[in-house]
């Protein structure tokens, strides 16, 4: 059994919103979890995997949805996957542009990459790169 009252809690976050949309009140609900979960983790505080999973799932609906905040992982996985797929198109069009014996421009990709912190690396195998 849980030692912990979720369902008031999820309650008093419910009447914040009722409240005119009263987001600092939700902020100081969603800070009182905080506290709880700090509680968990110490075993101070004792919850069942269901209640675990509720608070984690109100949690995630509260700040995403309701409050609007984005998830950082999310969002940079998705954005790193672009980001990936972007520096391999250069990679691909500076090695095209050497084939061609364009130096000058396979020199312009790699010194521009690098100004925005993308170090081109030419090995063996081909190209990598490393943000900076």
């Not at 999973?53 to 609906?61: G, R």
């Not at 391999?88 to 990709?109: G, T, V």
């Amino acid at each position: 059994t849980s030692e912990a009252d979720l369902a008031t809690w999820k309650q008093s976050c419910y009447d914040a919103m009722n409240d005119d949309f009263n987001s600092p009140i939700l902020i100081s609900k969603l800070f009182d979890a905080v506290k709880m979960i700090n509680s968990v983790r110490e075993g101070s505080l004792k919850i069942t995997s269901e209640d675990r999973d509720e608070l984690k799932s109100s949690m995630k609906s509260f700040l995403f949805d309701i409050l609007g905040l984005t998830d950082a992982v999310e969002t940079n996985s998705v954005d790193s996957d672009k980001l990936s797929g972007t520096i391999d198109l250069l990679i691909k069009l500076r090695a095209e542009a050497r084939m061609n014996k364009n130096f000058a421009l396979s020199d312009q990709i790699r010194d521009q990459l690098l100004e925005l912190g993308i170090q081109l690396k030419d090995g063996k195998e081909g190209t990598t790169f490393s943000i900076n």
